[in-house]
Nanobody, 123 residues
Framework: QVQLVESGGGLVQAGGSLRLSCAAS????????MGWFRQAPGKEREFVAA???????YYADSVKGRFTISRDSAKNTVYLQMNSLKPEDTAVYYC?????????????????WGQGTQVTVSS
């Protein structure tokens, strides 16, 4: 059974930083995409960042230059370093993993999900 467990969310002031972690178990994702989505109240789940084999990364325009996704394949873990946080980054952040090698920015095309971790950025 695949499990994704996120950690690292919290409350931070605008301009601050947080680092999210997502540890996967039950399956190795070293050659498959892993990524992050977020969902703010009343809004749809939106793509944030993804990483696939070869170190190729993808970012939403809204976070490009501020967020960095990275992976530790040995630990089956993906990270999201978030810098220069803004109040509009406030959301529940979800880790996702794919059973195919195609990276999608559409939430329903990802196969596995974590439980989510709250990130709140105060102004």
């Amino acid at each position: 059974q695949v499990q994704l467990v996120e950690s690292g969310g919290g409350l931070v002031q605008a301009g601050g930083s947080l680092r999210l972690s997502c540890a996967a178990s039950g399956r190795t994702f070293s050659t498959y995409p892993m990524g992050w989505f977020r969902q703010a109240p009343g809004k749809e789940r939106e793509f944030v960042a993804a990483s696939r084999s070869g170190g190729i990364t993808y970012y939403a325009d809204s976070v490009k230059g501020r967020f960095t996704i990275s992976r530790d394949s040995a630990k089956n873990t993906v990270y999201l370093q978030m810098n220069s946080l803004k109040p509009e980054d406030t959301a529940v952040y979800y880790c996702a993993a794919s059973g195919s090698r195609v990276v999608s920015t559409t939430a329903n095309e990802w196969d596995y999900w974590g439980q989510g971790t709250q990130v709140t950025v105060s102004s």
